[in-house]
C-alpha cells in the first residue's frame, strides 16, 4: 500500500467509525498494550503508515511516521551521531514513534535532557472526525496556535490519532562514563540532588540495593573533570550497558513476579515507608517499587508525600487495574470536554486514560 | 488593523450595565484597586506594540487569589470580557485592553512563594519579573534559564502565557521546558493546579497546553519554574562574514559538530551598525553579517569547544574573528546584541518587530525575500536573529507620522511572515499572535485546525471572555481575508497538498 493509500485507509476508517460510533482501539507494534485498557474492540493498526518523511541533521529535526520501529528511527540517527534525548523505552521489539508519544514515556537522561513532550515540534493527526490535521512543524519555537502537538505526548491516542511527528532531536555526547558506589537510599537521594545543583554533566543516576549509579556524559574535558570532582577514581567503571537494561526494565530488579509501582515523588522526597524493593532514579523523582503490598495504601503514603503511584505492570497478586492514577473531580471535568473537543463521539481509546475517557 | 472587528458579542452594556458593574467590581476590591477614570487608565492602553491602543471598561489590581476569583465570578455571571496583563512588555497586542472589558493586572503579585535549592524549583506569583527569580536563587548557585531581552521587565506569567523565548534557549529550552507546575484561576472562578513537582503529572499535558495560550485558557496565579546551575565559565566568540549565506553555513556546521551553543546570534550590518553606534561593543561594521557564539560549561570543556568553533568560522570564511579576553568583554559583546531593539529605535522614528521561524536551511533565501519585499515598499528592513534556532526578527523601519506608512509596514510584515509559512516555518517563534497576526494564521492554517483551536478554547472557556477575539481568527475573518488576498504558496487543491 503507498503512503496516501495507507493515510486515506485510516482516513475513511476513523470517519466511518466517527459516523457510526464504533469506538477504536488504536495499536501499532503492540509494545506498551500493557500499559491501561480501552473499552474498543474494533482495532486500528497504524503499523503500515510507516518510514521517515525527512531528517535535517543540521538543523536537529526528524519527521517520521507514526507507524515507524522506533529501532529504525535510532539506527538512522546514530548514522550522524544523533539520539532520541529522552531515550524512550521500547518495551519490545515492535515499538514505534507514535506508540513511544503517545504514552509519552522517557528513560534514565530525561530529568537532565527532558523528557518526550519536551522534544516534540509538529504533528499530524486525525482527530475523532477523522479529519487530517496538522499541529506545529519542524521549527524549535513556534507559538502559532495552541500547542495542540505536545498536547498529544502522553494522551495514549485518546484526543487524536497520531499519524506524523516532528522532534527534536540532539547530538550524541562525545563520551559517556558510568560509576557506581554504595550508598544508602537516603544518602543516594541526597547526593543525586546536590549534584544536581552543580555544574556537573550529569545525564542518568539509580540508586539500587546499597548501590548508587550515576552516568556522566559530554565532551572528554567536561566528563573527565567532572569524574575528578566526584572522587570518581574511588568509584566503580561499569559498562554503559546498565542504562539501557535499566530503560527497558530487564535489569534484574525487575524479573519479579510481585506488582511493580511505579512511584513519582519530588525529587528530594526522603525514601517512603513501603515494604518491597525500590529502585529510585531520575535524580530521586520517578521510583519503582515490587510489592504485594495494599494499592490504597501505596497510593495513600505517596499522595501524602506530594506525589503519584501508578501500578505499571501487575503481578501474579494484583488486585487493581494497571494504568494511570485517577484523576480530582475538577480535572476529570476538564479533561473531559477537552476529549469532547476532540473527539465528540468518544471513538479514539476510550477508557485508555481517564474513565470515559 | 480594524480594532473593532472581533469581541465577544454576549455583553453589550448600556451606560447604567456599566455603572452597575462597576458597582459591583468596588465591593469586591479596595477603591484604590479598580481604576476606571481615563486619566488613570491611560498607561494601561497598550503594550509593547503601542500602534494598537484602546481603553478598557476598567482596571482592576488585586492583591489576593480570592479577590482574582471573585472578580472572575463576577465578569463570568456578566459574560465581561477579561484581559490579564503582566508588564505589558508584548510585542503583538495579547495585552491590548477590550473596549468595555476589564484589564486584570497581575502586578501586584510579586512574591517568591518558596523556593527549594535542593530539589532546584521556586514556586512565585505570576507578576514576579523574568530576572528577579534569577536574582533571588543566585546565591545558590542556581539561575532561571529563560532569559528574553525584556527580562528587566517581563513577567513571569507573561512568559508562560507567550512561552518567550531567550538568547539561551538554544540550549536551556523555552519557558515550555523550564517550569513544572502553574495554578489556574478559570473562567468561571475555580482554581485548578496543574503539573507538580512530581514527573508524570496524570492526565493530558495541560502544562504544555497553557504555555503559549496568551491568557485564552485562564489567568495563571502561580508558577513553579526548575532551576539550573549556573555555568561554571562561559566565552563569547565574535565572528565578521562578507555574506550572510556564509554566516548562516557556519552556524550549521557547528551544530552538525555536535556542539550546541549557550547561544549562537546573528545580526545583518545594518543592525551591526546600529547597536555599534548605539553601546560601543566593538562589533565589525564593514562585516555583511555577524555571528555571536556563546560557550558554557566547565572552563577545560569552553576551552576545548571554542578551538573548535574557531576554526570552523574560519572555515566558512569569516574576516573577523575575536575571543572575549574577559568578563566585560564578554558582557559588551553581548550588550550590543541585548541592546539591538533599542539601537535601532535611535535610527528610525518608529519600528516594526516581526518573528517568524523558519528551518535555518532557507536562511539565505529568506533573507533575499525579505531584501526584495524591503525594496518593493520602500521601507528599510534590519535584521537580528536568534541564528541558532531559525527565530528571525526582522525590523521594519518606518514614520508613524508619514500618512500611510504604517500601514505599508504592516503589509510588509504580513508579507514576511507568509514567506516564513511558506518555507515551512510559522508566524510567530515567541512574540505570539495577539492581535496583530490573526490574519496570518488564516494563511498558516487551514479552517479545521482553526475549528479545532477553537473547539480547544471552548473547552477552558465557554462564555469565551478570557482575551476573546485574540490569538485565534474567526472564521469568518479569514474567509473575509482570503477573499481579498491572494495565499502565496498555497496550492488550488488545499486537500490534496499533503500527500
Ligand atoms: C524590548 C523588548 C524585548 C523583548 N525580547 C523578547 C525576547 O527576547 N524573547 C521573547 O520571547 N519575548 C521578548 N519580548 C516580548 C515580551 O517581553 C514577552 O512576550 C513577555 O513574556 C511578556 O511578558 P509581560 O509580563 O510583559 O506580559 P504582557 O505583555 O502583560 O502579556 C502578554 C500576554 O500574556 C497574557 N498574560 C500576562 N500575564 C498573564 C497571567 N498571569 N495569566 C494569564 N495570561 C497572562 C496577556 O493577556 C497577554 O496575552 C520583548 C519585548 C520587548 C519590549
Keep these: 500500500m503507498s503512503d496516501t493509500d495507507s493515510l486515506l485507509a485510516l482516513e475513511k476508517q476513523v470517519q466511518t467509525a466517527f459516523e457510526s460510533g464504533t469506538p477504536l482501539s488504536i495499536s501499532a507494534g503492540n509494545s506498551k498494550s500493557f500499559l491501561g485498557t480501552s473499552s474498543a474492540d474494533t482495532a486500528l493498526n497504524i503499523s503500515g503508515h510507516r518510514g521517515v518523511v525527512s531528517y535535517h541533521a543540521e538543523e536537529l529535526v526528524l519527521t517520521a511516521r507514526a507507524g515507524t520501529p522506533l529501532a529504525e528511527l535510532e539506527t538512522l540517527l546514530a548514522e550522524k551521531h544523533q539520539m532520541l534525548a529522552f531515550e524512550p523505552p521500547h518495551f519490545g521489539p515492535g515499538a514505534t514513534l507514535g506508540g513511544t508519544i503517545a504514552c509519552g514515556l522517557s528513560g534514565p537522561r530525561a530529568p537532565y535532557c527532558g523528557t518526550a513532550r519536551d522534544f516534540v515540534l509538529g504533528t499530524r493527526i486525525l482527530n475523532g472526525r477523522g479529519e487530517y490535521l496538522r499541529f506545529g512543524g519542524e521549527v524549535m519555537k513556534n507559538v502559532a496556535g495552541y500547542d495542540v502537538s505536545r498536547l498529544m505526548a502522553g494522551a495514549f491516542g485518546t484526543l487524536g490519532v497520531l499519524l506524523e511527528i516532528s522532534l527534536k532531536v540532539l547530538p550524541m555526547p562525545e563520551q559517556e562514563l558510568t560509576l557506581a558506589r554504595e550508598a544508602s537510599a537516603s544518602e543516594a537521594i541526597e547526593l543525586m540532588n546536590s549534584w544536581a545543583g552543580q555544574p556537573i554533566p550529569l545525564s542518568a543516576t539509580c540508586h539500587q540495593d546499597d548501590r548508587l549509579t550515576l552516568r556522566l556524559s559530554g565532551p572528554v574535558a567536561a566528563t573527565s573533570e567532572a569524574k575528578r570532582r566526584l572522587a570518581g577514581d574511588q568509584m566503580e567503571e561499569i559498562s554503559n550497558d546498565f542504562w539501557p537494561k535499566l530503560r527497558e526494565h530487564t535489569l534484574a530488579y525487575f524479573n519479579t513476579p510481585k506488582n511493580l509501582w511505579r512511584i513519582s515523588l519530588p525529587s528530594g522526597t526522603p525514601p517512603l515507608a513501603l515494604t518491597g524493593a525500590w529502585l529510585t532514579e531520575w535524580g530521586g523523582a520517578q521510583r519503582w517499587l515490587r510489592s504485594d503490598e495494599d494499592g490504597a495504601r501505596i497510593c495513600q503514603i505517596v499522595a501524602k508525600a506530594g506525589g503519584h503511584a501508578q501500578l505499571f505492570r501487575a503481578g501474579s497478586a494484583a488486585t487493581e487495574a494497571v494504568g494511570p492514577p485517577p484523576l480530582s473531580e475538577p480535572m476529570l471535568a476538564i479533561h473531559r470536554r477537552l476529549k469532547q473537543a476532540f473527539d465528540p463521539a468518544g471513538i479514539l481509546n476510550p477508557g485508555r486514560l481517564f474513565p470515559q475517557s | ?499
Design chain 2, 1 to 499: 488593523m480594524n480594532l473593532t472587528a472581533e469581541k465577544n458579542c454576549t455583553w453589550n452594556p448600556t451606560a447604567a450595565d456599566r455603572q452597575h458593574f462597576l458597582t459591583e467590581l468596588g465591593q469586591l476590591l479596595p477603591a484604590d484597586s479598580v481604576l476606571s477614570d481615563p486619566e488613570t487608565l491611560a498607561p494601561y492602553e497598550c503594550d509593547g506594540l503601542s500602534v494598537y491602543r484602546r481603553l478598557p471598561l476598567a482596571v482592576v489590581l488585586p492583591e489576593t487569589v480570592e479577590q482574582i476569583q471573585a472578580i472572575m465570578r463576577l465578569c463570568a455571571r456578566l459574560k465581561v470580557p477579561v484581559v490579564a496583563r503582566g508588564a505589558g512588555t508584548g510585542l503583538s497586542g495579547g495585552a491590548l485592553p477590550l473596549a468595555d472589558g476589564i484589564l486584570l493586572s497581575l502586578a501586584k503579585f510579586t512574591h517568591i512563594l518558596e523556593l527549594n535549592p535542593l530539589e532546584r524549583w521556586a514556586r512565585v506569583e505570576p507578576g514576579v519579573r523574568n530576572i528577579a527569580i534569577s536574582e533571588a536563587v543566585a546565591a545558590h548557585g542556581l539561575y532561571y534559564a529563560p532569559d528574553p531581552s525584556s527580562q528587566i521587565a517581563c513577567t513571569i506569567g507573561g512568559n508562560v502565557a507567550e512561552n518567550s523565548g531567550g538568547v539561551h534557549c538554544l540550549k536551556y529550552g523555552l519557558t515550555v521546558h523550564n517550569i513544572l507546575a502553574i495554578g489556574i484561576i478559570t473562567a468561571e472562578g475555580e482554581h485548578i493546579s496543574i503539573g507538580g513537582l512530581a514527573p508524570n503529572s496524570p492526565g493530558y499535558d495541560l502544562l504544555a497546553l497553557f504555555t503559549g495560550s496568551e491568557g485564552m485558557l485562564g489567568i495563571i496565579i502561580d508558577v513553579t519554574v526548575k532551576l539550573l546551575p549556573k555555568p561554571e565559565y562561559a566565552q563569547v566568540l565574535l565572528a565578521g562574514f562578507p555574506s550572510l549565506g556564509a554566516a548562516g553555513t557556519a552556524v550549521g556546521r557547528i551544530i552538525a559538530q555536535g556542539i550546541i551553543p549557550a547561544g549562537l546570534e546573528m545580526m545583518d550590518q545594518a543592525a551591526t551598525q546600529a547597536a555599534e553606534d548605539f553601546v560601543h561593543a566593538g562589533y565589525p561594521t564593514d562585516a555583511v553579517a555577524i555571528l555571536l557564539c556563546e560557550l558554557d560549561g566547565v572552563e577545560a570543556e569552553v576551552n576545548a569547544q571554542t578551538g573548535t568553533v574557531r576554526e570552523i568560522l574560519e572555515s566558512c570564511g569569516a574576516n573577523h574573528l575575536q575571543t572575549a579576553v574577559d568578563e566585560a568583554e564578554r558582557m559588551r559583546l553581548w550588550a550590543g546584541r541585548k541592546a539591538a531593539f533599542p539601537a535601532v529605535g535611535r535610527i528610525s522614528p518608529d519600528y516594526y518587530c516581526m518573528d517568524g521561524t523558519i528551518p535555518r536551511r532557507h536562511l539565505a533565501e529568506v533573507l533575499e525575500r525579505i531584501s526584495r519585499l524591503s525594496e518593493k515598499y520602500s521601507l528599510p528592513v534590519v535584521n537580528v536573529f536568534h541564528a541558532g534556532d531559525g527565530n528571525l526578527h526582522p525590523l521594519i523601519l518606518f514614520d508613524a507620522n508619514r500618512e500611510g506608512e504604517l500601514a505599508q509596514a504592516e503589509a510588509l510584515g504580513g508579507e514576511i511572515l507568509e514567506v516564513c509559512v511558506e518555507m515551512g516555518g510559522t508566524i510567530t517563534g515567541e512574540h505570539g499572535v495577539g492581535i496583530e497576526k490573526l490574519n496570518q494564521m488564516c494563511v498558516q492554517f487551514p479552517e479545521p485546525e482553526l475549528r479545532q483551536f477553537h473547539a480547544v478554547k471552548n473547552a477552558f472557556d465557554a462564555n469565551s471572555i478570557l482575551n476573546p477575539g485574540k490569538a485565534v481568527p474567526t472564521l469568518h475573518r479569514c474567509a473575509e481575508f482570503g477573499a481579498m488576498h491572494i495565499h502565496r504558496g498555497k496550492l488550488p487543491f488545499p486537500e490534496l497538498e499533503r500527500f
